[in-house]
């Protein structure tokens, strides 16, 4: 079965930093592209950061520079993918979802709270 689990969520002030981690087994990784979103009360779900199959990462434009997405390939199921979100605002507070995606297949963790206070 196809498991990702978040964790690294917390309450901190602003401009601090916090470092998500995904926990993700059960799928091939390089049939995968993972990525984070996120989930501000009353606001659609957007997505953050993502890191391809093969590496390659990409950013919404309100956290480039500040949010790094990176990867750890434990073996050929089970990967580990990390954001390291540094200077965070108060407008980063929102519930952040790790989600893997295929061509044919998408599947999102539970979530991990993140509370950025003034």
């Known amino acids: 079965d196809v498991q990702l689990v978040e964790s690294g969520g917390g309450l901190v002030q602003a401009g601090g930093s916090l470092r998500l981690s995904c926990a993700a087994s059960?799928?091939?990784?390089?049939?995968?592209?993972i990525g984070w979103f996120r989930q501000a009360p009353g606001k659609e779900r957007e997505g953050v950061a993502e890191?391809?199959?093969?590496?390659?990462?990409?950013?919404?434009d309100s956290v480039k520079g500040r949010f790094t997405v990176s990867r750890d390939i434990v073996n050929n199921e089970k990967i580990a993918v990390d954001l390291q979100m540094n200077s965070l605002i108060p407008e980063d507070t929102a519930v952040y979802y790790c989600?893997?995606?295929?061509?044919?297949?998408?599947?999102w963790g539970q979530g991990t709270q993140v509370i950025v206070s003034a």
């Open positions: 989600k893997a995606r295929s061509r044919a297949n998408s599947y």
């Open positions: 890191i391809t199959w093969n590496g390659v990462p990409s950013y919404t």
């Open positions: 059960g799928l091939i990784f390089g049939d995968y592209s």
